[in-house]
């Protein structure tokens, strides 16, 4: 996400680093790279106007002039401006007065609808909602089998009559059913089309009209850039949107969607999609992705992460075995495996602080180095992960010929792991903290 213009801005703020005092003139060549980075990532052009003449405001105000640290005097404005564009706060899903609430969800052909339908369900279920989910999209009816196959996946009960009723039935005997199983929330995954056209827009009006839901919310796909913008001001001409949920935001580099579709629409973004797995849809916090787009980390997110995906008995189990020195190639695998369990390897990278630059490089080669490493590991006997030092040379070419890689790759991880075993022994005897569990919570 964003890996050009986080790279671009990074140059240009590392630039001012190196001045001790900016001039007026130094300021507005500093607005102008940031103009062409704004540009080639595809913002649109009035949101570029608007933030840099904000930029530029607060700036020549707020003594950036005189400060001995230009550069972080910018980078705390810029900061504070692209949260302004991106939306200022979180914006929450709306609950009806009684339950069940429910969420509409509309959009064209191959915004990803249908999944984030099941996404988005999956994240109410983690909150402690009932979600049923509603296959309402009798225009393609792969959608239908593509809902129920989500569904059963994920344990959500998915209410569909086929492609025969129409979607006004469908939907209110869905609500029959949602008070049955007291279901607290009510996803409609709607009809789409190739293009936007009257006919859509009317017959989403009506079930708008009819279903009268807490939100409706637009899907829509982030890597089409300023096409996004479009469709979105279409759609809330004529439907009045409540929100919007911008999917394939792992594969926009560029992120000019996400940077112009708040100021431009005045719809909030309410989630954004970051892979094809069920976790992968994030709450949209426009100063968690202001701070992603400088480069400066997403700690909070990544904690999050963890919290729902880390098993907490076994960390405290990992805590004993560490501040016991007994960390072996066993609990590596494990956490290898929860640590997958979290996402893609490079977005975990770039919520770090000042990480944001590895993630491509993580990205070109970091997954396949997770997978051979758990190929070594499971190629290995019990003895020899819980004691890695009975490991001979014979060991080690039997090990590399079963995990199909090679003795040097053995002798590499055996090599690096030896050094992890080095530092937790150090830690264990100062200052590893009393309890590990407490790392992966919010201060």
């Known amino acids: 996400m964003f890996e050009s213009l986080t790279r671009k801005l990074s140059k240009i703020f590392n630039g001012l680093?190196?001045?001790?005092?900016?001039?007026?003139?130094?300021?507005?060549?500093?607005?102008?790279?940031i103009r062409l980075a704004l540009l080639e990532a595809d913002v649109n052009f009035k949101v570029v106007k608007s933030f840099l003449a904000a930029v530029r405001e607060k700036a020549i105000t707020a003594k950036v002039l005189e400060s001995l640290a230009p550069a972080q005097q910018m980078i705390k404005i810029v900061n504070e401006e692209l949260i302004a564009i991106l939306g200022g706060s979180l914006s929450q899903l709306k609950e009806a007065n009684r339950p069940p609430s429910i969420i509409m969800l509309v959009g064209l052909q191959g915004?990803?609808?249908?999944?984030?339908?099941?996404?988005?369900?999956?994240?109410?279920?983690?909150?402690?909602?009932?979600?049923?989910?509603?296959?309402?999209?009798?225009?393609?009816?792969?959608?239908?089998?593509?809902?129920?196959?989500?569904?059963?996946?994920?344990?959500?009960?998915?209410?569909?009559?086929?492609?025969?009723a129409s979607p006004l039935t469908i939907c209110r005997n869905a609500l029959k059913k949602a008070?049955?199983?007291?279901?607290?929330?009510?996803?409609?995954?709607?009809?789409?089309?190739?293009?936007?056209?009257?006919?859509?827009?009317?017959?989403?009006?009506?079930?708008?009209?009819?279903?009268?839901?807490?939100e409706v919310i637009l899907v829509v796909d982030a890597m089409t850039g300023q096409d996004a913008v479009n469709v979105a001001e279409q759609f809330d001409k004529s439907i009045d949107l409540t929100g919007l949920i911008l999917t394939k935001m792992d594969g926009d580099a560029r992120g000019g969607a996400a940077l112009s579709i708040r100021f431009v629409t005045g719809v909030p973004v309410k989630f954004v999609g970051t892979?094809?797995?069920?976790?992968?849809?994030?709450?949209?916090?426009p100063d968690r992705l202001a701070s992603r787009i400088l480069g400066m980390g997403d700690m909070l997110t990544l904690i999050e992460k963890a919290e729902k995906?880390?098993?907490?008995?076994?960390?405290?189990?990992?805590?004993?075995?560490?501040?016991?020195?007994?960390?072996?190639?066993e609990e590596l695998l494990g956490q290898l495996r929860q640590v997958k369990k979290m996402g893609n390897l490079a977005q975990l990278v770039e919520m770090l602080p000042g990480f944001s630059k590895l993630a491509p490089n993580v990205a070109d080669g970091g997954e396949d180095?997770?997978?051979?490493?758990?190929?070594?590991?499971?190629?290995?006997t019990p003895e020899e992960r819980s004691n890695p030092g009975v490991i001979n040379g014979s060991r080690r070419r039997r090990i590399a010929q079963g995990s199909g890689t090679t003795t040097m790759d053995v002798n590499?991880?055996?090599?690096?792991?030896?050094?992890?075993?080095?530092?937790?022994?150090?830690?264990?005897?100062?200052s590893l903290p009393e309890n590990m569990v407490g790392m992966f919570r919010r201060k």
Do not use: C
């Open 17 to 33: 680093g190196n001045k001790g005092r900016l001039s007026e003139k130094d300021i507005d060549e500093v607005l102008r790279q």
């Open 111 to 164: 915004s990803g609808k249908t999944t984030t339908a099941a996404k988005l369900a999956m994240h109410l279920k983690y909150a402690g909602q009932r979600p049923l989910l509603v296959a309402a999209d009798i225009r393609r009816p792969a959608a239908i089998d593509q809902l129920v196959v989500l569904g059963k996946q994920l344990d959500i009960p998915v209410y569909q009559e086929g492609d025969k």
């Open 179 to 214: 008070d049955e199983i007291a279901a607290t929330w009510v996803i409609v995954d709607t009809q789409g089309r190739l293009h936007v056209d009257t006919e859509l827009m009317g017959e989403l009006a009506q079930l708008r009209s009819e279903i009268k839901p807490s």
């Open 275 to 285: 892979g094809e797995k069920a976790n992968a849809l994030e709450i949209f916090y």
């Open 309 to 329: 995906m880390f098993d907490m008995e076994q960390a405290k189990q990992l805590e004993k075995k560490l501040r016991a020195s007994q960390f072996g190639l």
């Open 369 to 380: 180095r997770m997978k051979k490493i758990e190929a070594i590991i499971l190629s290995m």
């Open 412 to 430: 590499q991880l055996l090599n690096q792991f030896h050094q992890v075993q080095k530092l937790t022994k150090m830690a264990a005897k100062s």
